[in-house]
């Protein structure tokens, strides 16, 4: 007698392209709120405010979160200013500043402070300005963030593999 072998293929449930486009933009959204965050610690304390924006894109080389701003000030404090002369706005002029200064930012330091001004009010027809040292927000920030976000991917994608059929509930 004859034997008679079947087979049968066994095909997975197909995978559920919303449930992951979903599942990576919810978790981009979070961080990139999170991230923003972190800017804004570094101005919680300034009178002025930058406008930090959020992109995030499921395009091109895989998941991205960008958070910045094209504001002027916050770039001289972010990547500091080389020494450099001062000079009154009109000709003639006197610039008139007072003489102790204690700043709202510190290098490496996601945060900011009260700051100071005060003291003996100096007068001169110029002044010679040291420099401003980086804070380097930016960098600190995505170091900050760079691991977390592939982290936060991972999970984002075994999440939606489970929500889809895929994997250990």
């Keep these: 007698m004859g034997s008679l072998v079947v087979w049968k ?10 449930t992951f ?13 999170e991230i923003t965050a972190d800017f804004q610690k570094t101005t919680a304390t300034w009178e002025h405010k930058p406008v930090f924006e959020q ?7 895989g998941p991205q979160v960008l958070v910045g701003t094209d504001d002027e000030i916050y770039r001289y ?3 500091g200013t080389k020494p450099h002369d001062i000079v009154p706005k009109h000709p003639g002029g006197i610039l008139v500043f007072p003489g102790t200064f204690t700043s709202k930012t510190m290098p490496g330091v996601i945060g900011s402070r009260a700051g100071y001004k005060g003291g003996e009010i100096i007068k001169r027809p110029r002044v010679h300005h040291p420099g401003t040292k980086a804070r380097r927000f930016t960098k600190i920030i ?14 984002a994608i075994q999440q939606a593999a489970r929500d889809s059929g895929h994997g250990a509930k």
């Design 55 to 61: 992109v995030i894109s499921l395009a091109g080389g």
């Design 77 to 79: 404090v972010d990547e």
């Design 9 to 18: 293929g066994i095909k997975p449930a197909k995978l559920k392209q919303d």
């Design 21 to 33: 486009r979903l599942a990576a933009l919810n978790a981009m959204r979070k961080m990139a709120s």
């Design 142 to 155: 995505k170091e900050k963030w760079e691991s977390r976000f592939k982290d936060e991917m991972q999970n």
